[in-house]
T-cell receptor, first 114, second 111 residues
Framework: GAGVSQTPSNKVTEKGKYVELRCDPI?????LYWYRQSLGQGPEFLIY????????DSGLPNDRFFAVRPEGSVSTLKIQRTERGDSAVYLC????????????FGPGTRLTVT | GEDVEQSLFLSVREGDSSVINCTYT??????LYWYKQEPGAGLQLLTY?????DMKQDQRLTVLLNKKDKHLSLRIADTQTGDSAIYFC???????????FGKGTTLSVSS
């Protein structure tokens, strides 16, 4: 079956611009996660959704970052006033009912802020 | 706070065994994980171990857990060139809502 998909695969934007990154989880997975992976680092947790609500947003670095999941499936990560330090690969994962043992990752969106 | 440490590089010859080591800080971690990341591909869950186990074997993979020392290792038997990748150790965060990853160990397999 289809895995987690993310669009776009690459995004180049200028400093100060607004960007949206999209994640389509595996059908039927109620839990959705966003991570950020900087060069040479492991993925770093950003936010976790259970259904439509953000169950844990403690990883969001500041108020420029926001994520939504209005219908409990597709999620959008929104970054305002982008900074060069936001350049990273943004990974989305989903799992059935929040089981971390069954977390499936998408291929990621590579964001470059110039 | 939670933290996961790994050595950054490992180089082995094809056919040898590879051992990738990891230390973690949260003694209450219930599950510990190994992920594989190949260039251009997503993170792939290789295996995980529950904290009440000392060892788990899955085909060529053996996971050893030393809870006293908070040390986790992944042994790959008969390493192949296709095993070349970055391997991440991960533990659950205290809330149980997400994973905390190490920086990854780059495994290079030469023929």
């Amino acid at each position: 079956g289809a895995g987690v998909s993310q669009t776009p695969s690459n995004k180049v934007t200028e400093k100060g611009k607004y960007v949206e990154l999209r994640c389509d989880p595996i059908s039927g997975h109620t839990a959705l996660y966003w991570y950020r992976q900087s060069l040479g680092q492991g993925p770093e947790f950003l936010i976790y959704f259970q259904g439509t609500g953000a169950a844990d947003d403690s990883g969001l670095p500041n108020d420029r970052f926001f994520a939504v999941r209005p219908e409990g499936s597709v999620s959008t990560l929104k970054i305002q006033r982008t900074e060069r330090g936001d350049s990273a690969v943004y990974l989305c994962a989903s799992s059935p009912s929040g089981a971390l043992n069954e977390q499936y990752f998408g291929p990621g969106t590579r964001l470059t802020v110039t | 706070g939670e933290d996961v440490e790994q050595s950054l590089f490992l180089s082995v010859r094809e056919g040898d065994s590879s051992v990738i080591n990891c230390t973690y800080t949260d003694s209450s971690s219930t599950y510990l994980y190994w992920y594989k990341q190949e260039p251009g591909a997503g993170l792939q869950l290789l295996t995980y171990i529950f904290s009440n186990m000392d060892m788990k074997q899955d085909q060529r993979l053996t996971v050893l857990l030393n809870k006293k020392d908070k040390h986790l290792s992944l042994r790959i038997a008969d390493t192949q060139t296709g095993d070349s990748a970055i391997y991440f150790c991960a533990e659950r965060n205290q809330a149980g809502t997400a994973l905390i990853f190490g920086k990854g160990t780059t495994l290079s397999v030469s023929s």
